[in-house]
């Protein structure tokens, strides 16, 4: 399976926009790029997905790189209720694209 | 409310006796998901059903562990013969179709602890 690297942590202050790299070097072509995130004493939260072009939504974006090795989700105004540990992970079209595997993620600290 | 919802939310039982957890899932959504996650730890994937069938059950750890789902909704989780390793919090998750595109919606889980 193809997999994910990020980093450990990260720290922003509030209302700064926030940038969390992913690197996926050994993507397939039918991988899906997911974002999922977690709060404290909470199930985990869906962000955002997408396959070769940047996509938005009311919560982040998700830029793309044109090899798509990497992506990047920016979360343009971060806010206190951001503080959570955010998953990148990848969904194959033709196999175990039900479940998700989770990593380690990456913990976002916000400063008031 | 339209989430989905989990009980109980905290279960705390003794070494040797049963559990059953609950997962009532988005109306209308046809997959459901059992996973846990281990303090401090990431979510391991249990099982998966598509209606009320259980195509996946490769994560179960043990025959200890078993699920059901009925009338292509509510779900359970039965753990017989609790072990203190199985103190985790239990979460589900529901989506519309089972499919790469498809997000998953989580409840905020079980919180089991066998004493």
């Known amino acids: 399976d193809a997999k994910t690297t990020q980093p450990n942590s990260m720290e922003s202050n509030e209302e700064e926009p926030v940038h969390l790299p992913c690197n996926h070097s050994?993507?397939?072509?039918?991988?899906?790029i997911h974002w999922y995130r977690q709060l404290p004493s909470q199930g985990p939260e869906y962000v955002i997905h997408g396959l070769t072009s940047n996509v938005n939504n009311r919560m982040a974006s998700l830029a793309i790189a044109e090899d798509r090795k990497s992506s990047t989700l920016i979360l343009h105004r971060a806010t206190l209720r951001d503080a959570a540990v955010y998953y990148c992970?990848?969904?194959?079209?033709?196999?175990?694209?039900?479940?998700?595997?989770f990593g380690t993620g990456t913990r976002l600290l916000v400063s008031p | 409310g339209a989430g989905v919802s989990q009980s109980p939310s905290n279960k705390v039982t003794e070494k040797g006796k049963d559990v059953e957890l609950r997962c009532d899932p988005i109306?209308?959504?046809?997959?459901l998901y059992w996973y846990r996650q281990r303090l401090g730890q990431g979510l391991e994937f249990l099982i998966y059903?598509?209606?009320?069938?259980?195509?996946?059950k490769s994560g179960l750890p043990s025959d200890r562990f078993s699920a059901e789902r009925t009338g292509e909704s509510v779900s359970t989780l039965t753990i017989q013969r609790t072990q203190q390793e199985d103190s985790a919090v239990y979460l589900c998750?529901?989506?519309?179709?089972?499919?790469?595109?498809?997000?998953?919606?989580f409840g905020d889980g079980t919180r089991l602890s066998i004493l």
């Open positions: 998750a529901s989506s519309f179709l089972a499919g790469p595109q498809q997000p998953q919606h």
């Open positions: 050994t993507i397939s072509g039918t991988d899906y």
């Open positions: 109306s209308g959504h046809t997959a």
């Open positions: 059903f598509q209606g009320n069938s259980a195509p996946d």
């Open positions: 992970i990848l969904r194959d079209l033709n196999t175990g694209f039900q479940k998700l595997v």
